[in-house]
């Protein structure tokens, strides 16, 4: 009678207030040893009766796994892989139970990875895939799992997933595309793995180029959650051009602008690293510039959080580098020039001032423009350049040196004052005088000084603050990079060339 009385009690189970009695009679307990039968009907009824008694109940659940029922769930799924029915109420269990601490213990002890697995390739029908997948995903959380995943291949079922739904924009099948991204995210963060399996999971996630459009469009960002965007980045980190080419851009910006309305910072900051990432290669700012996204960027100086500030600041320097159209359309916005000038003041967050005077120099060292010069003077940005020449990074001093003397070989005479005002001549001796300054940044202060001079009042200045005897000290400096340009500035500071 033991299968009948088991499907009775399946059946009690059902029912929310039977839960109570059947748990203060010791049913579970009774019901345990029965998952050894060898009675596949018997599995079946036993396995249904415990799941939907321990359903939602945490501390049975603990108690579960206490008594070894892994050890059972993990035998019958091995055992009777091609049982549906016998499979299906072993899942469920199993996804009850995943998000145990204990449980995943117990499970990385077994071989339930090469099992999932199994069922994961011959997994028939969506509702199917979309348990295996979040029993994975919850699996895919403790580190000695993950391993045993990847090293059961589970990243070569993901292919052939991916490769069957590729292009499809059935909301079904959308969702298992975005059951597959977690997992590929999961397994991709942290975790031991050969440099092949590495590869080949980096492989499935820039594999999805084409996907990645359906991903993040209105209705498939619903679906999918803000996790896929971990995929996004992986995606265009190996696939920045044909990303481009493919017209993501505007889809991450009209995610982007709605997700600023509604505060979402996670959204905000992935989808400002994704346009960062997209416009590192050359081809693709050329592109980026031709779509006004630049201008559309720019929406989001309104944003009062640090990190999107940041990741904003990051993404309008990787447009403007080596692109002089970008610089000149930056540069001539005052809005973004005031804000810039604000974030340069921003002393409680060093990341923000720093990354706002590395645009700001990075405006005026690509820029070809008097008019650019001009917009920065007026918004007060030059002080905050010479400011970044004494800075203790020798990147951002020699960015700034750099800037400063385009800008003067550009318009001195718009300059001129300010240079006076902030003591740039004085701040220049002081670093050709300072034996810790890098040899890159003594030469570079040196072409700055060569502009400096076809200024009257500047040369002046120069003059006065005997720069010379320093510049006579440096002809005998151990780099010879450097001894060079001390001689070209003696000459040109003694009028002879």
């Not at 200045?461 to 000290?473: A, F, G, P, R």
């Amino acid at each position: 009678c033991a299968v009948k009385a088991a499907q009775v009690l399946s059946e009690i189970a059902k029912n929310e207030e039977m839960k109570k009695p059947c748990i203060e009679a010791d049913l579970v307990v009774t019901l345990i040893p029965l998952l050894e039968s060898t009675d596949q009907e018997m599995l079946l009824h036993a396995g249904r009766a415990i799941g939907r008694i321990c359903y939602d109940n945490r501390d049975l659940q603990e108690e579960l796994v206490k008594v070894g029922v892994i050890t059972s769930l993990v035998r019958i799924l091995t055992d009777y892989a091609d049982s549906e029915p016998l499979v299906h109420v072993d899942l469920l269990a199993l996804c009850n139970l995943a998000d145990l601490d204990t449980a995943k213990e117990a499970l990385s002890k077994t071989n339930v990875a090469e099992q999932l697995v199994r069922q994961l390739r011959r997994a028939a029908n969506h509702e199917r895939l979309e348990i295996v997948f979040e029993v994975l995903q919850a699996l895919a959380e403790n580190d000695a799992l993950k391993a045993q995943l990847v090293e059961a291949g589970v990243q070569e079922v993901l292919s052939e997933i991916l490769l069957r739904l590729q292009g499809s924009s059935q909301a079904e099948d959308t969702c298992i595309l975005k059951a597959a991204s977690d997992l590929i995210v999961s397994l991709l963060l942290g975790g031991k793995k050969t440099n092949k399996q590495k590869s080949q999971l980096i492989f499935l996630a820039s594999y999805q180029c084409n996907t990645i459009r359906l991903l993040i469009s209105e209705s498939g960002f619903r679906q999918t959650g803000k996790k896929s965007l971990g995929l996004i980045l992986l995606v265009i980190n190996g696939n920045c051009v044909r990303m481009v080419q493919l017209g993501v851009i505007h889809q991450l910006l009209d995610l982007l602008e709605k997700h600023v309305e509604s505060g979402d910072i996670s959204v905000q900051h992935a989808a400002l690293s994704a346009l960062r990432n997209l416009a590192i290669p050359v081809v693709n700012k050329v592109q980026v510039l031709e779509e006004g996204v630049a201008e559309r960027i720019q929406v989001f100086l309104r944003s009062e959080t640090p990190p999107v500030q940041l990741k904003l600041l990051g993404t309008l320097r990787m447009l403007a580098d080596g692109q002089a159209d970008a610089a000149e359309i930056l540069g001539q916005d005052p809005m973004l020039l005031n804000r810039l000038v604000q974030w340069c003041d921003a002393n409680d967050h060093t990341g923000i001032c720093g990354e706002a005077n590395r645009l700001l120099a990075s405006i005026l060292h690509h820029n070809r423009s008097q008019e650019v010069v001009r917009a920065i003077q007026e918004a007060q940005g030059v002080k905050h350049l010479v400011s970044m020449t004494t800075s203790k990074h020798a990147a951002m001093q020699n960015e700034a040196l750099n800037a400063l003397a385009i800008a003067s070989a550009i318009d001195l005479e718009t300059l001129e004052e300010s240079f006076k005002e902030s003591q740039l001549v004085q701040s220049l001796h002081k670093l050709l005088q300072d034996d810790n300054t890098s040899p890159e940044v003594k030469y570079n202060s040196m072409g700055l000084l060569c502009s400096l001079l076809n200024s009257g009042d500047l040369r002046q200045e120069i003059e006065e603050d005997k720069i010379k005897e320093t510049l006579e000290q440096l002809c005998s400096h151990s780099d010879a990079n450097v001894v060079k340009e001390a001689v070209t500035t003696l000459q040109v500071l003694r009028g002879e060339t």
